[in-house]
């Protein structure tokens, strides 16, 4: 994938069933110029890292984050622990 744009929704479907594949089969980290958001490159890990023993709800976990990263909820969790974060350092400061 070239670095000189964004990845396409179709590009980055495509990349998740070989990474999905080979975390499966060999425990195989994802790349990380795949165009996954962290959740998505986060649950792919985990698949591998359950490598030989493949736990079948991380492959669940793995599916549902790629769909989270292209309905905007991955995006509207992301953002509410920002404002949460900043939320608790001002009450700090205060």
Request: charged share 35%; proline share 3%; glycine share 6%.
């Amino acid at each position: 994938m070239s670095r000189a744009r964004f990845a396409t929704e179709r590009e980055i479907r495509i990349n998740f069933e070989v990474c999905l594949k080979n975390a499966i089969d060999v425990g195989l980290w994802p790349p990380t110029d795949q165009g996954f958001g962290n959740e998505l490159d986060k649950a792919l890990r985990q698949v591998a890292k359950s490598y030989p023993q493949i736990d079948g709800s991380l492959i669940t976990s793995a599916k549902l984050a790629l769909e989270a990263q292209f309905d905007g909820s991955s995006a509207a969790r992301r953002e509410d622990e920002m404002a949460d974060r900043l939320a608790r350092r001002r009450a700090e400061r205060s």
